[in-house]
């Protein structure tokens, strides 16, 4: 089966840096994927790891443990903007690897505060 | 990056009527487009894959009766859901991979601005 887990709910201060986590368990592993999403909007690409190992981009960076099954998403400098959804995704290769089908967590809702 | 359109972004139906949701990639081909459907303050459910040329592959639980897929070309697939009832109410957002892994890409997902079906 596949389960995907992350905390519902966090809280954090404007220019802090606050870690979202995630940890999987799933028939195959091709790679996780974090996307953010505002209320009511489309999900946007944030990060992608497939290797174990510290991914950095800006703000944003995400981590992946694969012999954990565990990942997170740091967000440093935090701004007002950031308050949103943050989403985990895996992608599993049920069917060979040939298609990019990703399973989602079950999403953690950031709220920044001044 | 690479462009999705959702078209119609919100509708509302009456119970027992059909509602027809397009998804379209601008301006790269898709031979492979996902739905997903979202309820208030939850995550991302895949309910099917759509395959250009063939039959969508649903995932369990997802009646295929009741949520058609048509994948007519590599820039288009559409999803309706068929006599519609309440329950069926919720955030349908349709993506699309622009570059495909087996070929080096990440695979990574493309989103459209998704359809919010109420009926009534």
């Known amino acids: 089966g596949q389960n995907i887990d992350q905390p519902t709910e966090m809280t954090a201060t404007e220019g802090a840096i606050v870690q979202i986590n995630c940890t999987y368990q799933t028939s195959g592993f091709n790679g996780l994927f974090w996307y953010q999403q505002h209320a009511g909007e489309a999900p946007t690409f944030l990060s992608y790891n497939v290797l174990d190992g510290l991914e950095e981009k800006g703000r944003f960076s995400s981590f992946l443990s694969r012999s954990k099954g565990y990942s997170y998403l740091l967000l440093k400098e935090l701004q007002m903007k950031d308050s949103a959804s943050y989403l985990c995704a895996v992608r599993d290769y049920g069917d060979g690897g040939a298609t990019n089908k990703l399973i989602f967590g079950t999403g953690t809702l950031l709220a920044v505060q001044p | 990056g690479a462009v999705v359109s959702q078209h119609p972004s919100w509708v509302i139906c009456k119970s027992g009527t059909s509602v027809k949701i397009e998804c379209r990639s601008l301006?790269?081909?898709?031979?492979?487009m996902f739905w997903y459907r979202q309820f208030p303050k939850q995550s991302l459910m895949l309910m099917a894959t759509?395959?250009?040329?063939?039959?969508?592959?649903?995932e369990q639980g997802v009646e295929k009766d009741k949520f058609l897929i048509n994948h007519a070309s590599l820039t288009l697939s559409t999803l309706t859901v068929t006599s519609a009832h309440p329950e069926d109410s919720s955030f349908y957002i349709c993506s699309a991979s622009k570059d495909h892994i087996l070929a080096g890409g990440t695979g990574e997902l493309f989103f459209g601005e998704g359809s919010r079906l109420t009926v009534l």
């Open positions: 759509s395959n250009e040329g063939s039959k969508a592959t649903y």
């Open positions: 301006d790269f081909q898709a031979t492979t």
